[in-house]
Nanobody, 124 residues
């Protein structure tokens, strides 16, 4: 059974940095792409970033390019999201997910396991 556990969310001010972690178990981690999504109140879940199984390829939403960095440590079965220059509009629940393939995809339907989410709140 695949399990994903996110951590690292919290409160911050505009301009701050936070790093999210997602520890995975139950699947050969390096064979699958991983992604981060977020959902703000009253909005649909939105793609944030993705990384291929090997870590060689990444994909970002335009809204976070240049500010967020996704990375992974396959030895630790963990994926990270480094968030810099945070903005109030980054406030959301952040979810990590495991893709059905090796590539860094952006569509939620390509992911078959999801974490429980971690709250990120950014004040102005």
């Amino acid at each position: 059974q695949v399990q994903l556990v996110e951590s690292g969310g919290g409160l911050g001010q505009a301009g701050d940095s936070l790093r999210l972690s997602c520890a995975a178990s139950g699947r050969t981690f390096s064979l699958y792409g991983m992604g981060w999504f977020r959902q703000a109140p009253g909005k649909e879940r939105a793609f944030v970033a993705a990384i291929s199984g090997s870590g060689a390829s990444t994909n970002y939403a335009d809204s976070v390019k240049g500010r967020f960095t996704i990375s992974r440590d396959n030895a630790k079965n963990t994926v990270y999201l480094q968030m810099n220059s945070l903005k109030p509009e980054d406030t959301a629940v952040y979810y990590c997910a495991v893709s059905q393939s090796r590539v860094a995809v952006s569509t939620p339907r390509e992911y078959d396991y999801w974490g429980q989410g971690t709250q990120v709140t950014v004040s102005s």
